[in-house]
Every structure is written in structure tokens, then in C-alpha cells.
């Protein structure tokens, strides 16, 4: 089977056409037409080569899985200290459990999927999802395009409409699907009772919520963040067998990682650093070390077969991603201080208590980082160190830090921050872990609360849109600016003026009797466009404002008094 599997993709490598096949994907007359074309050469290559290592690997036959046990939702010689302390939860119970929390975590994101969208969401809506499949499958022009997800929202706008709901779907698949990875991670770095409770707290997270109805690859991410360092870690702990199957699922893991996100890049390097230091580290024993073919040969699967996908748009990315987010601005968005507060303002918003909760929660989540280092150095440093290294690239490639990028380390904050209450609650004896068990099922249930604040429209630019239409009289303007222009213009197709600079707004001053202005963001049009944004402050009055649940992205309705 596998070899005609291999021949068959031999075939295709060598007989597809680099340069019609560009054509049909782009069009004749697309600029993209010559680096698609060049993209494609190098897919052929790489496509061959893994039909080349597929043919070995069936030659060679597939290996037993060894000592380590099955690869599943519950490895064999996973940490199941659960298993010790509460005797009830058997192994099938749990899974039942998790079961149950995806079907209502499930109905948690279908309500009020169909709300209004955001800029993010409008924009690859306006941009993407009127073109053909693939157009987008050969299009990289923005750091907006998360591919995977754009292909699969353009599947599910086919079926179900070009709505919100339509557009919204595959998040919420993701995210529900993300609940059984942390539920997976968990059994492998804890104990059957955290992955659980783990996956209970995130199931009725406001933020969860919101990422899993949010047309964006952020829950995509989370899910494969998820799986892929699951199985790193099951990679780190094989210590004899080959583990065919295991490389090759971390490597295509890893592969649909970066097809969603690019900055899914930091998974492979944090693991890659841990690979090195488990294999050649000081202090650790020979027998300790872990088989070194199988846990490389996943790493530089994760390099090809992410290569694989991004081929036919690689000279596309290398411009865009390395071109900082506004350029020659100096806005707040790129603060690492910015970040530090906006963080903390966006973490207690979604949970109960807010600020009062989220200080002592981030106190027990320190003492559950030394905890974990204690028991598991390599198994906090698959959890931490993406994290930091995410941080790392967004400061040094200088574009803006938003919250957003580290939503992927949710399932490990829930997993540390449970860590360190029960490590805490150990302290006080045999009832410690029941006393611990009893806080998170508060915590879960006062969590739920907050979910409905969720469902609110991210962005109210219809309410807006309709505002003005029926207040503004017939010798009225309405003008936008910045980034409603895309919303508008580009997504609505509304005929309003556009404001490019200063004089456009003072001409439409001088033309009509009052102007009204649509704008969002403010923190980004003051910096953009200081000279509208100062007329706007001094000679305009705010006739309207309309909030969303996006931070900083109320839409205001401006008026000439």
C-alpha cells in the first residue's frame, strides 16, 4: 500500500507542469505567476523526496512500536497520580467526561456564531472568500492569509453561506477539537485529574469562546500546538523504538500548524532546542536520553513537509513577513509594555473577578511553574519556551505584539496554573486534593458566567452603517477613514468619501452641510492620521459609539458641529 502510495506521488512530481499550473491557480495575467511558478518547482522536488522516503520506509517495513506503548488520547506510562488519589476516575470515566464537555462546549460556540464580524474577520471575507480555491491555495499577500483556515472557511461558505456562521464554523470545530488535545497533553505532563479539569475550565473560558468564534486560525493553532507537543513528548520519552509513525505524526502536526499560522514557527525551533539538550545535555544519564533517529527524523519532517505546503507561495511569504508592521510608526502596539498591560486587562475582563482573581492566579501559576520544573524540566520547557520564543521573534521582526499571538499556550497556562494549586493544596494534607478538586469546580461553574459576554458582536459595523444612513440628511457626507475604508468600501461596497488626507476632509466640509466620519481604532488613526484625528477631536462631536467585544475597536460615529 505504501508504495504505490510512493509512486503515485512520484508520479505527480514529475509530470506536473510548474508553469500552466501556475497559471490555473493565479490566472494568466497575476503578477504572483512567475514566483508561483518557482514555488511549484521546488513542491515537485520535495514531493519526490518524500515519495522517496515513503518507498524506503515501506521497504524497510514498519517497525513495532516498542516500549514506549500506543501513541493515543492516553499513552501507556503516562503520570496518573489521579489514578492514586481518586480511585473513581478510571480511565473510561474520563473519557466519557471529555466526551460530554465537547458536546456542550460545542453548543457553548454554535450560539450567537452568526454575530457581527470584526476587521480581521471582514477583511479576509472581502479579500479571500470571493475568490476560487485556488487562487487562495497560491496566495500569500498579507500577514492576514492564515491559508489553512481560508481554505477551510472558503469549504464551509459553499455549504453554508458567505455569513458569519459560514465563515465562524471551522473555528469553532477547531476549538472544540483543541478540548480532547488538552485533555491529551494534560495525561502526559500531570495527572488524569488536571488534563481533566484542564479541559473543563477551557470549555467554558470567555476567551476560549471568543477564539472559537472567530474567524481566524487561532483555535487551529491551539489544536495543533496541542498535538504536537504532545507527541514531542512522547518522542522525548521513546528511548529504543524507531516510531515510524510517531515522527511522521509530529511532523505533519507541525506542517498543519505552520499552515495555519505562521508563527507556529516556534514549535519546531523550542523543540528542536530540547531535542539537542535531551540528546547532548550535561547532566543527563545515557539510558535517560532519547532515541535519537525517531525524534530527529519528526524535526526534519516538520521542516519538508511544512516546506511541502508553503512552496507555491514561499517568495510571497519572505516579503511579507519580513516587512514590520507599520513601518517608521511609533505606535503602542509594538510595546512589550503595551502588551504586558493590554494582557491583563484582556485576562481579566474574562474572568470572574477580574483583576482581584487574576493577581493570586497568577501567583499560584508561578509556584505551579517551579513545581512542574521540579518534576519535569523537559516537559515545562515544552510548555514555556514556545511561549518565549514567540515573543521573542514578534519584538525582533518588529511587528505589533497583540495578545492574540499567545492564545496557543492557553491549554499549557490552564495546565500550570492547576499544577500549582494542587501542589499548593498538597501542603495541607489528605484532603489537599480534594480541597483543590472543589476550588476548580467553583472556579468552572463561576467561569460559565462569563461566557454569554462572549456572544456579543466583536465589532458593531453594520449598527454603525445604519446609523448614519438614517440620520445623516440629504445634504449630508458620510466619510470614512483609515481601516473602515476596507469595511466600507472593499467588504459593503458603499459609495461614502474616502479620507486620505486632511484637505479630502476639509473639501467635504466645504461641499456639504454636515460630515459625518465612520472610524475604529483609535489608537491606530491617531498615529496614522494625526492631522483627521486632531480636526476630528477639536470640530466634531461624537454623535454615536458603538462597542464590541474587541478591545480598543468600538466603532465611533463622528459629526461636524
Known amino acids: 500500500m505504501l508504495i504505490a502510495l510512493a509512486a503515485i506521488l512520484a508520479v505527480i512530481a514529475v509530470a506536473l507542469p510548474p508553469g500552466p499550473t501556475a497559471v490555473a491557480l493565479v490566472g494568466v495575467d497575476a503578477l504572483e505567476v512567475g514566483t508561483v511558478t518557482f514555488g511549484l518547482w521546488l513542491w515537485k522536488a520535495l514531493l519526490l523526496a518524500h515519495a522517496a522516503l515513503l518507498w524506503a520506509v515501506a521497504r524497510k517495513g514498519s517497525p513495532g ?17 489521579a489514578g492514586d488519589e481518586a480511585g473513581w476516575l478510571t480511565r473510561d470515566r474520563a473519557l466519557i467526561a471529555v466526551a460530554s464537555i465537547m458536546v456542550i462546549a460545542l453548543v457553548l460556540r454554535i450560539v450567537a456564531l452568526g454575530e457581527p464580524l470584526w476587521f480581521d474577520e471582514v477583511k479576509m471575507d472581502a479579500r479571500y472568500m470571493g475568490e476560487p480555491l485556488s487562487w487562495i491555495l497560491a496566495t500569500y499577500d498579507d500577514q492576514n492569509q492564515h491559508i489553512l483556515y481560508s481554505l477551510l472557511a472558503k469549504l464551509s461558505i459553499g455549504v453554508f453561506g458567505d455569513t458569519p456562521t459560514g465563515l465562524r464554523l ?6 472544540v477539537a483543541s478540548l480532547a488535545a488538552v485533555y491529551a497533553f494534560g495525561t502526559r505532563v500531570a495527572d488524569r ?17 471568543w477564539f472559537s468564534q472567530n474567524a481566524r486560525g487561532y483555535t487551529g493553532l491551539l489544536l495543533w500546538t496541542l498535538v504536537s507537543s504532545a ?15 510517531l515522527a ?54 516538520a521542516g519538508t513537509l ?7 507561495v514561499l517568495p510571497q511569504v519572505g516579503v511579507v513577513l519580513l516587512e514590520p508592521s507599520l513601518s517608521g510608526v511609533e505606535i503602542a502596539w509594538k510595546n512589550p509594555l503595551w502588551l504586558a498591560t493590554e494582557t491583563f486587562a484582556t485576562l481579566s475582563s474574562g474572568i470572574p473577578g477580574g483583576a482581584l482573581v487574576l493577581v493570586p492566579a497568577g ?17 515545562t520547557l515544552t510548555m514555556v519556551l514556545p511561549v518565549l520564543l514567540t515573543a521573542a521573534a514578534i519584538i525582533g521582526l518588529g511587528h505589533n505584539l497583540w495578545p492574540r499571538f499567545f492564545f496557543f499556550g492557553a491549554g499549557f497556562a490552564v495546565l500550570i496554573g492547576l499544577r500549582g494549586l494542587f501542589s499548593l493544596a498538597g501542603l495541607a494534607g489528605e484532603r489537599g486534593p480534594a480541597l483543590a478538586t472543589t476550588l476548580c469546580l467553583l472556579a468552572i461553574v463561576a467561569s460559565l458566567t462569563t461566557v454569554p459576554s462572549a456572544w456579543g458582536p466583536k465589532q458593531d459595523f453594520l449598527a454603525a452603517e445604519a446609523f448614519v444612513d438614517e440620520q445623516a440628511a440629504a445634504g449630508d457626507a458620510i466619510a470614512i477613514v483609515d481601516m473602515t475604508l476596507l469595511v466600507y468600501d472593499e467588504w459593503r461596497g458603499r459609495d461614502f468619501i474616502q ?5 479630502d476632509l476639509v473639501a467635504a466640509e466645504t461641499e456639504y452641510d454636515r460630515v459625518w466620519v465612520l472610524t475604529s481604532f483609535p489608537t491606530r488613526l491617531e498615529v496614522l492620521e494625526p492631522e483627521i484625528w486632531n480636526r476630528l477631536e477639536s470640530g466634531y462631536r461624537e454623535a454615536a459609539r458603538f462597542w464590541g467585544t474587541v478591545g480598543g475597536g468600538e466603532i465611533r460615529v463622528m459629526v461636524s458641529q
Open 306 to 312: 511544512s516546506l511541502q505546503l508553503y512552496a507555491p
Open 363 to 379: 501567583a499560584v501559576g508561578l509556584y505551579g511553574l517551579w513545581s512542574s520544573w521540579k518534576s519535569d524540566p523537559a516537559a
Open 231 to 245: 507527541l514531542f513528548v512522547d518522542l522525548l520519552r521513546n528511548r529504543e523504538s524507531p516510531r515510524w509513525g
Open 499 to 503: 479620507l486620505m488626507t486632511l484637505d
Open 170 to 175: 471551522p473555528a469553532a470545530l477547531f476549538g
Open 65 to 81: 512500536r516498542g516500549p514506549s506503548g500506543p501513541s493515543g488520547l492516553e499513552p501507556h506510562g503516562a503520570i496518573d497520580a
Open 248 to 301: 511522521a505524526a509530529y511532523g505533519a502536526t507541525i506542517a498543519l500548524a505552520l499552515y495555519t499560522h505562521l508563527t507556529a514557527a516556534v514549535l519546531p525551533a523550542a523543540h528542536g532546542l530540547l531535542a539537542l539538550w535531551a540528546r547532548f545535555g550535561p547532566g543527563i544519564d545515557a539510558d535517560e536520553r532519547p532515541a535519537a533517529f525517531p525524534l530527529f527524523a519528526g524535526l526534519t519532517l
Open 193 to 209: 485529574r488536571e488534563a481533566l479539569l484542564a479541559t473543563a475550565f477551557l470549555a467554558v473560558s470567555y476567551h476560549h469562546v
